[in-house]
């Protein structure tokens, strides 16, 4: 069973950046279905966990909420992302929440790029801002964003993306890219200690706390 995670940085009810994501989903589920591909689909709302995630910005430390919604894209097969734009930037709310993932949570996996605004005078900001963003998390990102202001919402071309963007990621899951790439480059990455990575090679349990350095560090002697 494939997993796809939403992560919906919408804050009104109803939320058009939800509704969206929602979409592509459906889409995307459908595209696996017709692969043979058994998958479903998980929601991450960040509004109910803004002030969690301000906490963790500052301080580092997730609560158990935020540290669930991690661990679900951790799990994750693949994320569709989809944030609103304001003021021709992204929401400060979903990118503070990528910030406070760890930065090799995302390593390969397949990416939907989304966004919603009020005026299509935004519409580059999902491959401005968005594209570079997940770059920079090295995740693997679908060629085709869908973004949609409110004039788009009854447009035939917009169906037309979000099939695309759906079909792109059918076949890369189809593909199982992201473990092809994991297996022969994990080890060339950086990774965050103790991270949240399912692949994450390093916890306390693998620290040598009796070697020379160690013990220096602990105040003893390295001899």
């Not at 989903?25 to 991450?44: K, M, S």
């Not at 949609?148 to 189809?174: C, F, K, M, N, P």
Request: charged share 20%; no cysteine.
């Amino acid at each position: 069973m494939r997993h796809v995670v939403i992560v919906s940085a919408g804050t009104s009810q109803p939320s058009t950046t939800r509704m969206l994501a929602d979409r592509i989903a459906a889409a995307a589920l459908e595209r696996l279905g017709e692969l043979d591909i058994p998958a479903t689909a998980e929601v991450i709302e960040v509004a109910p966990l803004a002030v969690d995630v301000a906490r963790a910005s500052v301080s580092g430390v997730p609560s158990a909420e935020l540290q669930a919604a991690i661990e679900q894209i951790a799990g994750a097969d693949a994320v569709i992302a989809s944030a609103p734009v304001y003021k021709a930037g992204l929401s400060g709310l979903f990118k503070t929440f990528i910030d406070v993932l760890d930065n090799d949570l995302l390593v390969a996996k397949p990416v939907v790029l989304a966004a919603t605004a009020g005026s299509s005078r935004h519409a580059l900001v999902v491959d401005d801002q968005m594209r570079p963003l997940f770059a920079y998390m090295r995740a693997l990102t679908m060629p085709t964003s869908v973004f949609a202001a409110a004039e788009d919402w009854s447009s035939a071309e917009l169906g037309e993306r979000i099939q695309r963007a759906a079909i792109e990621l059918a076949v890369v899951i189809q593909g199982n890219i992201e473990q092809g790439i994991a297996d022969r480059a994990w080890s060339g990455y950086q990774h965050a200690f103790a991270g949240n990575a399912t692949r994450a090679e390093q916890t306390s349990a693998d620290v040598d706390f009796d070697s020379p350095m160690m013990r220096l560090a602990a105040g003893g002697r390295a001899d």
